[in-house]
């Protein structure tokens, strides 16, 4: 009995050494993981912000400046490019065009989406499985292959080089990814609240709009910030479908502006056109970066 109880402490002396061999190699893998993973995140920034502090800094010196001596600071900060880009190279009406486009645009895809992605989600009738996979395959219909019906299409309803038909060509091509996007969001509420809302006498549209849609706010909010960003940044439908210069985005003035200018390029101004651009994508995204990191989630049809 002696010999069984000595074997048995011996092993039990052997097993916290066993457990904390296993603890210290975690620990190591776990260290040896953060420190790769951090740098290359540092790597990664240096290489997204460097050259944002670049064109930034470019945007307030001259051509010579910028040829002879491109990594080092003016010798006077040139506010006046910022002048020159925004009206001689009329980036201003581009600008304006821009924020009226995508402004109609998202309010529009936005109140359709929540409307559609909410239908699909809380209610059952015939022929919703069908809906909901029609959708879906918007997501991979390549937009260039809309191009030539798009604008046959928006040239027989008049609106062909207008800001109405360019609204609702970004609508129509934004209106899949927020629908499923926001399906999860409206799939995942409860529905106790819901019928508590109908039993205080609110009709659908009441319970839609002031209790259902607030409660899938962080979904709205995350899908919004992703639509601007993509109707803020689309060239290709502005490029074939609105080529009246007056009613130009500022993606297609900013084209124009670089090309225009040929060899005499005014390397000033036109940096500050671009900071001019990223200014306001960069505003949305930084105010609202908590919600794309807590509001990212994939749609599933149940």
Not at 6 to 28: C, G, H, I, Y
Not at 255 to 273: H, R
């Amino acid at each position: 009995m002696s010999a069984i109880a000595a074997d048995r402490k011996q092993a039990s002396d052997r097993k916290p050494a066993r457990d904390r061999k296993l603890t210290r190699a975690v620990v190591s893998s776990d260290r040896r993981f953060a420190a790769l993973s951090h740098g290359l995140l540092i790597l990664w920034s240096v290489i997204v912000i460097v050259p944002m502090l670049w064109v930034l800094v470019s945007s307030f010196k001259s051509t010579s400046e910028i040829l002879s001596s491109p990594f080092t600071l003016p010798d006077r900060w040139r506010f006046e490019n910022y002048e020159h880009a925004w009206t001689d190279a009329s980036i201003g009406k581009y600008f304006l065009n821009s924020v009226i486009v995508v402004v109609c645009a998202l309010f529009l895809v936005m109140l359709l989406g929540a409307m559609c992605a909410y239908i699909l989600a809380r209610f059952e009738f015939p022929g919703r499985r069908v809906i909901y996979y029609v959708m879906l395959a918007g997501l991979t219909f390549p937009v260039f292959l809309a191009i030539v019906p798009l604008f046959f299409q928006l040239q027989n309803f008049g609106l062909l080089n207008t800001r109405p038909g360019l609204i609702l060509t970004y609508v129509a091509f934004a209106l899949p990814f927020t629908m499923f996007f926001l399906y999860s969001f409206f799939r995942s509420l409860p529905h106790d609240v819901y019928e508590a809302a109908q039993i205080d006498g609110a009709g659908e549209w009441r319970a839609f709009f002031q209790v259902m849609l607030p409660m899938a706010s962080p979904g709205m909010a995350a899908v919004a910030i992703f639509n601007f960003l993509g109707l803020w940044n689309q060239f290709l439908l502005p490029v074939a479908l609105n080529t009246n210069q007056d009613k130009w985005v500022l993606t297609q003035g900013m084209a124009a502006y670089a090309s225009s200018q040929v060899y005499n390029i005014d390397y000033g101004a036109l940096f500050a056109a671009i900071v001019i651009s990223v200014v306001p994508v960069l505003i949305v995204y930084i105010i609202f970066q908590r919600r794309i990191a807590g509001s990212v989630s994939q749609g599933t049809f149940r």
